[in-house]
T-cell receptor, first 111, second 112 residues
């Protein structure tokens, strides 16, 4: 079983819709969770991080964490064509700041 | 946040040669990390570079192939040795800052 799994893409959504990205992880001791956005030909860019159960909102992005279910998600509201990218879920298992990454979900926002 | 600079940004390398990638951070950090992203794949951690001690390598990565230096708290290098086409990847430097983790712009290596 992979440590971090993301819903397989690609995910295509119309402009203005909500894009929902899911991520599950295997290590119950995982403590911090990150979402990165990666445009083609670019390095990963941090969108959000979350440590506590519940929701965390930042602009059009909302991260949701459920440690009991070992599940973290990212919602992108009012999706824009500029949101078209690959989204990487990353999990940190302790205090060492080492990340385990999912395979990524590619999102395409249709104008 | 941390500003991370990597050199070179891109290079085309001959099979069998070695290349050293540099990572410079704009602030002092305890740990620096090196990741690899092979074409179409996600990121995999190569090693953790600690100042004043040897790097710690992840399973599947060895010092002879990926020697790392960490001479001070703002700088690290990763060498990719005896390169083969399978080493064609993006190599990314990463640091933790304020309980989160940032990446440099990456070094895109193509081995021919």
């Amino acid at each position: 079983q992979k440590e971090v799994e993301q819903n397989s893409g690609p995910l295509s959504v119309p402009e203005g819709a909500i894009a929902s990205l899911n991520c599950t992880y295997s290590d119950r001791g995982s403590q911090s969770f990150f979402w990165y956005r990666q445009y083609s030909g670019k390095s990963p860019e941090l969108i959000m991080f979350i440590y506590s159960n519940g929701d965390k909102e930042d602009g059009r992005f909302t991260a949701q964490l459920n440690k009991a279910s070992q599940y973290v998600s990212l919602l992108i509201r009012d999706s824009q064509p500029s949101d078209s990218a690959t989204y990487l879920c990353a999990v940190n298992n302790g205090n060492d700041y080492k990340l385990s990454f999912g395979a990524g979900t590619t999102v395409t926002v249709r104008a | 946040s941390a500003v991370i600079s990597q050199k070179p940004s891109r290079d085309i390398c001959q099979r069998g040669t070695s290349l050293t990638i540099q990572c410079q951070v704009d602030s002092q950090v305890t740990m620096m990390f090196w990741y690899r992203q092979q074409p179409g794949q996600s990121l995999t951690l190569i090693a953790t570079a600690n100042q004043g001690s040897e790097a710690t390598y992840e399973s599947g990565f060895v010092i002879d192939k990926f020697p790392i230096s960490r001479p001070n708290l703002t700088f690290s290098t990763l060498t990719v040795s005896n390169m083969s086409p399978e080493d064609s990847s993006i190599y990314l430097c990463s640091v933790n800052s304020g309980n989160t983790i940032y990446f440099g712009e990456g070094s895109w290596l193509t081995v021919v």
